[in-house]
């Protein structure tokens, strides 16, 4: 009898009850999405908003489990549960079939499974597990090398698979990192670098080296001291900046997919490409702005009911909210993922442990760039790289991978009192 109260003990209801919310919300979305007059049962599971009952009740089961482990099993096993995980992906690699130009989904009799969804997990723990172990510091170089390392392994396995999008997910791990000592500096540079590809693209590498030399020149003039040193280090940062200004033709066309470069070239505004790459945006803002302030009601969308925005049940699934429930709904919608990211960041920094701390920033920097990623490509605001909107978007692999993100660090927080460091 106490084994069954511990398991509950200490739970946070407040982040269980926003989970529950955010996926019942995501199931009636998917069900507007795919509304079927000859299927009008949200529970019929020929059509995929009845499938996605069958994948929430798995999801419910896993999170039970979840909570029924013991909290140490988590740091105790996460270097194995990170290794299994990459053992995964690279057989993904070789077994996958391909599906949309992606080698990412592995068939497990009638269900495929999304391996590079239950990474995020995996590489939170890894990534909590180094970073919490005694002696360890960000100052370090060698700490800075193999913390990189953790998050750029499954970036490269998934980049391997073709699945830019979820590949890039892994960069919200920098921000973890930060939150425990990293230099903003870097995070500047990254910000700089991928300002600079922006504007490389947009006015040419040989515009932008002139304009760095002048700054660079600029800086150096109006610093208060002159200095030897002040000046080799301005010019190894102008060398960087241009050797990456110059990087920046390669990369864009040996590096990225040809549908890529499109995508990315519609969103800067140097092409334009309507009927083609910039379709699904087009009638992505159409639908959404029709939705007007209160929207047309549910099951009342036309763009959707009508099919004109392509993948709406799963990465374009926010059509669905802006078209029937409006500016307000997609407000309130933005408001309780805001208040999940919040709660967690709230949940983190109470832990006593470092390993907890680190998790938890891990989860909540995950789901801020899914948020902001996805919602911001569904109005043209980034370029569309395919990942879903958590709880929301179609998918097993998704939903189960959210929850066990979620509810590791349920379990972490409620096992919080147990633990010393």
Not at 52 to 71: C, P, R, Y
Not at 267 to 287: F, R, W
Not at 303 to 320: G, H, R, S
Not at 382 to 391: E, H, K, Q, S, T
């Amino acid at each position: 009898m106490r084994r069954e109260q511990g398991i509950f003990a200490n739970i946070d209801w407040a982040l269980v009850a926003l989970y529950g919310g955010l996926v019942v919300l995501g199931w009636l979305n998917i069900y507007a999405a795919v509304f079927d007059e000859e299927h009008r049962s949200i529970f019929d599971t020929t059509q995929r908003y009845g499938a996605q009952v069958i994948w929430i009740s798995v999801s419910l089961f896993v999170a039970f489990i979840i909570l029924l482990i013991d909290g140490k099993f988590y740091s105790t096993f996460a270097w194995p549960i990170y290794m299994l995980n990459m053992a995964l992906l690279i057989v993904v690699i070789f077994l996958a079939r391909d599906v949309s130009g992606a080698r990412a989904w592995l068939d497990i009799g009638p269900f495929k499974l999304q391996p590079s969804e239950f990474s995020k997990s995996a590489t939170a723990l890894a990534m909590a597990f180094y970073l919490s172990t005694l002696g360890i510091r960000l100052e370090a170089l060698r700490t800075k090398l193999v913390a990189s390392a953790i998050m750029v392994l499954p970036m490269i396995l998934i980049l391997l698979q073709k699945d830019t999008g979820s590949a890039l997910v892994f960069s919200a791990f920098t921000l973890v990192m930060y939150r425990e000592g990293l230099s903003g500096n870097f995070l500047l540079f990254g910000l700089a670098v991928a300002v600079l590809f922006i504007l490389t693209l947009l006015f040419g590498p040989g515009t932008m080296a002139i304009v760095l030399c002048v700054v660079a020149a600029g800086v150096f003039v109006f610093q208060r001291k002159k200095s030897l040193r002040n000046f080799i280090l301005i010019g190894v940062a102008l060398a960087v900046l241009v050797g990456v200004v110059f990087s920046v033709d390669y990369t864009f066309n040996n590096v990225l997919e040809p549908h890529q470069r499109i995508r990315i070239s519609v969103m800067l505004g140097t092409e334009d490409d309507p009927h083609g790459a910039g379709y699904n945006v087009n009638q992505s803002k159409i639908a959404i702005g029709s939705g007007g302030l209160v929207g047309k009601g549910f099951l009342q969308g036309t763009q959707t009911k009508y099919n004109f925005v392509p993948e709406q049940a799963t990465d374009f699934i926010f059509c669905t909210v802006g078209e029937e429930w409006g500016f307000l709904g997609s407000v309130v919608i933005i408001g309780l993922f805001t208040l999940l990211i919040v709660r967690v960041f709230f949940i983190a920094e109470r832990q006593r442990s470092a390993f907890s701390r680190i998790y938890g920033y891990g989860v909540g920097c995950v789901f801020l760039f899914h948020l902001a990623v996805n919602i911001g490509m569904t109005i043209g605001l980034m370029p569309v790289i395919g990942i879903p909107l958590p709880f929301f978007s179609y998918g097993g692999s998704s939903l189960i991978g959210f929850t066990m993100l979620l509810f590791i660090l349920i379990k972490l927080d409620a096992y919080r009192m147990q633990q010393l460091r």
